[in-house]
């Protein structure tokens, strides 16, 4: 029982919850929805998650402090999208750690520059240059859903759970997207923001 956790955006700005846009929808949603579905996930296992994240965790980095608010600078709305997305690594990889031996198993994906509506939102001078270039060098849709479909549905994928995949194949997250401890405090500050109890399942040592 596959279940996809996607919706992006890449704009800058505050939802009305008070949240920071792209980490309400690219981080908080999924992980809420996941919370949701988890009894359903379990009871029906196997089954897998699979989180739509991105290369652009590179440039992620996440106050936790100030988790959900905007960060600051002339290029908050690009730091902003690269946090949701180091966010949606450390809730695959921390997801998987809590689920261990239950039969379901979570996978972060990157998907590849995709020729999507993603910046749509940009400003027109940006988009006036994004647009070819996405024509001419980006993939198509239909090509960017391979290793999303792949994560859902090759088989003997289960030694790999919490794993970051691109390409078909799992390759290692750079170093923020590696550090336990950082996706151990995302999941509890994520559950306080949205008024979560606290899990029943925790990380297998």
């Keep these: 029982t596959p279940h996809n956790a996607h919706a992006g955006v890449s704009a800058g700005g505050t939802t009305e919850d008070g949240f920071s846009l792209p980490f309400q929808v690219n981080h908080l949603g999924h992980f809420l929805l996941t919370q949701l579905l988890l009894q359903r996930l379990q009871s029906s296992a ?3 998650v699979v989180i739509v994240a991105s290369s652009a965790h590179c440039a992620g980095r996440l106050r936790m402090a100030e988790l959900g608010r905007p960060p600051p600078g002339p ?3 690009f730091q902003d999208y690269c946090d949701s997305k180091l966010a949606n690594v450390l809730h695959a990889r921390q997801l998987a750690a809590r689920l261990q031996g239950t039969g379901v198993t979570a996978y972060a994906v ?3 520059f ?3 509506r993603l910046f749509r939102h940009a400003p027109l001078w940006l988009q006036l240059l994004w647009t070819p270039l996405s024509w001419f ?3 198509s849709a239909a090509e960017g859903a391979r290793t999303v479909l792949f994560c859902a549905t090759q088989d ?3 030694p790999f759970s ?3 995949f691109a390409d078909c194949r799992p390759l290692q997250p750079w170093a923020q997207g590696r ?3 950082a996706a151990r405090e995302l999941w509890d500050r994520s559950e306080r923001l949205l008024g979560l109890q606290p899990s029943l399942c925790t990380p297998v040592e």
Excluded: Q
């Design 46 to 48: 196997p089954s897998r």
């Design 75 to 77: 290029f908050a709305a």
């Design 110 to 112: 990157h998907p590849g």
């Design 114 to 116: 995709v020729n999507t």
């Design 137 to 139: 060098c980006f993939r």
């Design 156 to 158: 003997g994928l289960e």
């Design 162 to 164: 919490g794993c970051y």
């Design 179 to 181: 550090d336990d401890a």
